[in-house]
Nanobody
Framework: QLQLVESGGGLVQPGGSLRLSCTASGRGLDFYYAIGWFRQAPGKEREGVSCFSSHDGRLYYADSVKGRFTISRDNAKNTVFLQMNSLKPEDTAVYYC????????????????????WGQGTQVTVSS
């Protein structure tokens, strides 16, 4: 069974950077069609931030993070990263990584309802 553990969250000033890590154990990430990063702010629904498939190269970024966030992976470490630059207060949320086992039938591959393996989340707070 896959276990996902996020790390790297914290408190950062606006304009700053953080790199989140999602380390998998129990199963290789290559087994899964896609890995995604999601976030949930207080009182808001969970939203897809960035999702990537190493099987067919599909890549998704939410409009709100395009040009600022970058998703990447290290196969040797079974880890996926989310580099977050130029952070804004509205990026404050709990960030989760999740795995999607098979290609979705929807055009949007970064819908949280599609993903069924989740980490526990890491808090990101952007504030001066």
């Amino acid at each position: 069974q896959l276990q996902l553990v996020e790390s790297g969250g914290g408190l950062v000033q606006p304009g700053g950077s953080l790199r989140l890590s999602c380390t998998a154990s129990g199963r290789g990430l290559d087994f899964y069609y896609a890995i995604g990063w999601f976030r949930q702010a207080p009182g808001k629904e969970r939203e897809g931030v960035s999702c990537f498939s190493s099987h067919d190269g599909r890549l998704y970024y939410a409009d709100s993070v395009k040009g600022r966030f970058t998703i990447s992976r290290d196969n040797a470490k079974n880890t996926v990263f989310l580099q977050m630059n130029s952070l804004k207060p509205e990026d404050t949320a709990v960030y989760y990584c999740a795995a999607l086992p098979s290609p979705p039938t929807t055009q949007n591959m970064c819908l949280s309802s599609l993903y069924d393996e989740w980490g526990q989340g890491t808090q990101v707070t952007v504030s001066s």
